[in-house]
């Protein structure tokens, strides 16, 4: 499967943003989804997770209450829905899928990986 993210972008302390992953391949609809991001020199962290059949996710302890992971299987689309955004929410943010159908936190549990999107929050 190929993932392509996008959405991202430079916004205000406090503000919203919505990225969105678009999925290549018939096989979407059985992947679990997840969002990571990473800023330089620190490891890639785990935002938020969603399983195939979007009754089971699971937040970052720092995301809890602001941010809201959603999918829509008919459009090969996952979403990550980012409000009251504060400057260190600001990374690369990448959308990745795993086989095993359900809302991984590992980054070693994700087998495919998109190429990352900007998010700027300015304070």
């Known amino acids: 499967v190929q993932l392509q993210a996008s959405g991202g972008g430079l916004v205000q302390a406090g503000g919203s943003l919505r990225l969105s992953c678009a999925a290549s391949?018939?096989?979407?609809?059985?992947?679990?989804m997840g969002w990571f991001r990473q800023v330089p020199g620190k490891e890639r962290e785990f935002v938020a997770g969603?399983?195939?059949?979007?009754?089971?996710?699971s937040y970052a302890d720092s995301v809890k209450g602001r941010f809201t992971i959603s999918r829509d299987n008919a459009k090969n689309t996952v979403y990550l829905q980012m409000n009251t955004l504060k400057p260190e929410d600001t990374a690369v943010y990448y959308c990745?899928?795993?086989?095993?159908?359900?809302?991984?936190?590992?980054?070693?549990?994700?087998?495919?990986w998109g190429q990352g999107t900007q998010v700027t929050v300015s304070s």
């Open positions: 969603i399983n195939w059949s979007s009754d089971g996710t």
């Open positions: 391949g018939r096989a979407f609809s059985t992947y679990g």
């Open positions: 990745a899928a795993n086989e095993y159908g359900s809302a991984r936190s590992r980054f070693d549990e994700y087998f495919y």
